[in-house]
């Protein structure tokens, strides 16, 4: 119980993030494999298009493995907290923090 009083509000809300991440790829390829004829609303462009499958879901994949990865290292902030060790944890939980939203626009663009 102490462990959870502990953790920051960055913490949860990583937690939520990489929850969403996961459920909107199982969503996105669940939706793709049920079919690809569903149009805009204009009907001129595809709204799911099977090419872009590839790189949407590796761009989703990179966001997930990043929020695990920066969550899990903010984590060790927690025991690490001395001196240069805990500055050098901090900054690379903080560039994989960067490096998830990077890839989580990704994916949303190329969506």
Known sequence: MNFLKKQSIGAYITLCALILSIVSIILYSNTLAAGNGVQTAN??????????FG??????????????LGLVVCELKL?????????VVEMVG??????????????????
């Open 55 to 68: 790189e949407v879901t590796t761009y989703g994949v990179l966001a997930i493995v990043f929020l695990a």
């Open 79 to 87: 025991f690490l907290n001395k001196g240069i060790v805990g500055m």
């Open 43 to 52: 009907g001129g462009q595809m709204y799911l298009d099977a090419s872009k």
């Open 94 to 111: 903080t560039v994989l923090r960067i490096l998830a939203s990077v890839f989580r626009l990704l994916f949303v663009v190329w969506f």
